[in-house]
């Protein structure tokens, strides 16, 4: 199995082909969790994730018979683009196997660095079965996203890195996927330093590694923000490692995903992806468990897709009450529209859009539904707005499903 040495040896590979990327503190974060927060920003490799390390160490251990054969990955991504990247600096032919539902942006981003790329099922397990065929098929090479000695070693060095730039570091949060950079993380970590704690993050959609560790039966599917670590199958190499060194693992749910992506961008002003921003959005699930400590994060990657991360932004500005959506009964005459546009601006209310209903049965024939939503500073000032408009008569109604102003 891989041993610090192995690491080390990955560490002089990737020199001077895979960035060094910063650790820096991360004083908002820290700010919003209680803990002293580090953050690794893996997301400014070129291919804007961690997973350029583990696949420059792969391809770099290729002999020239096996370079000429080419290779194949199954990926719904960022191992992906790391192993296209590395294959065409390399001259190696590269085929990569993506699950159907792979967002746009990371497809678009593999073709671009001169890989074929195969969409294929809907999972990364139906994506590794159809990567195996082509793969028998055509002779290439097999390039696995994490069940690889070389693809965990590539990985471990993340952590060296970490804690030679802060040795303080009580804690690594770290998201678990198959498993390949939990595992060589930790490898490195706790033979550098063995008193550190090592805390997975899974999906709670995907808690496959949960499940076998804890024998558990959870069901393992759905639509996830963190499609990189949305994996049902973990590594036979990587699940030992796990079990020896990991002290827990943190399921988090789709709206702490969001918030912490939304936290990455607003109060870091960084990009952070689903899988990327899992380590935070633990610390935001279990926050009684990092209170107080040195925490490091893995930033562990950066290919969202910009219209789900415009979403993710206003659906935060919604749970933080600054966009409200009211439903208003009204009378249906000239100037009442005016009226309510009037009042909202006393208030300081921004509308943001207004719709008329007037065909709805539960008003009379002479009424009307508005629907208006408007920007507000806090959940305060849109209470204070609410009553207003009930006091005006309007009864107004949160349309919001599961919002509540109290």
Not at 257 to 279: C, D, H, P, S, W
Request: charged share 20%; glycine share 10%; proline share 5%.
């Amino acid at each position: 199995m891989v041993k610090l040495a192995d690491i080390e040896a990955a560490r002089r590979v990737i020199a001077g082909h895979v960035l060094r990327t910063p650790l820096l503190a991360a004083p908002p974060l820290s700010a919003l969790t209680g803990a002293e927060v580090f953050v690794k920003y893996e997301n400014l490799q070129v291919t804007n994730s961690f997973k350029e390390r583990g696949a420059c160490v792969k391809l770099d251990s290729l002999t020239a018979t096996e370079r000429s054969r080419g290779v194949i990955a199954m990926s719904a991504g960022n191992h992906a683009q790391a192993v296209a990247y590395h294959a065409r600096r390399l001259g190696i032919p590269a085929t990569i196997v993506m699950p159907v539902t792979t967002p746009f942006v990371k497809i678009k981003a593999t073709e671009a660095l001169g890989a074929t790329v195969v969409l294929d099922g809907e999972t990364i397990t139906e994506a590794q079965a159809r990567a195996e065929t082509i793969a028998a098929a055509r002779d290439l090479v097999w390039v696995h996203p994490y069940d690889d000695p070389r693809i965990i070693a590539g990985q471990g060095t993340i952590a060296l890195e970490m804690l030679e730039e802060a040795s303080g570091l009580e804690g690594l949060v770290i998201p678990i996927g198959g498993g390949g950079l939990i595992a060589g993380c930790a490898i490195a970590a706790r033979a550098t330093k063995p008193s550190i704690e090592i805390v997975g993050v899974e999906s709670a959609l995907y808690p496959s590694m949960w499940n076998a560790i804890h024998r558990g039966s959870m069901p393992c599917g759905g639509a996830t923000l963190a499609e990189g670590i949305a994996v049902k199958n973990v590594g036979k190499l990587t699940l030992p490692v796990v079990r020896e060194f990991v002290s827990d693992i943190v399921l988090v749910d789709e709206p702490q995903i969001e918030r912490a992506v939304n936290a990455f961008l607003t109060l870091q002003k960084t990009m952070a992806e689903g899988a990327g921003a899992a380590g935070l959005a633990a610390m935001l699930a279990e926050p009684d468990h990092f209170r107080g400590r040195k925490i490091g994060l893995i930033l562990c990657g950066g290919n969202i897709d910009p219209r789900i991360l415009a979403s993710i932004m206003v659906r935060e500005l919604e749970r933080d009450h600054r966009i409200v959506s009211f439903r208003l009964t009204i009378p249906d005459r000239p100037g009442v529209l005016g009226l309510i546009a009037s009042r909202l601006g006393e208030f300081g209310a921004n509308i943001l859009s207004v719709e008329h209903h007037r065909l709805f049965l539960d008003v009379p024939a002479k009424g009307a539904k508005l629907d208006v939503t408007i920007e507000t500073r806090d959940a305060a000032h849109a209470k204070e707005i609410f009553s207003a408009l009930a006091a005006d008569g309007y009864q107004p109604v949160r349309m919001q499903s599961g919002a509540t102003l109290d």
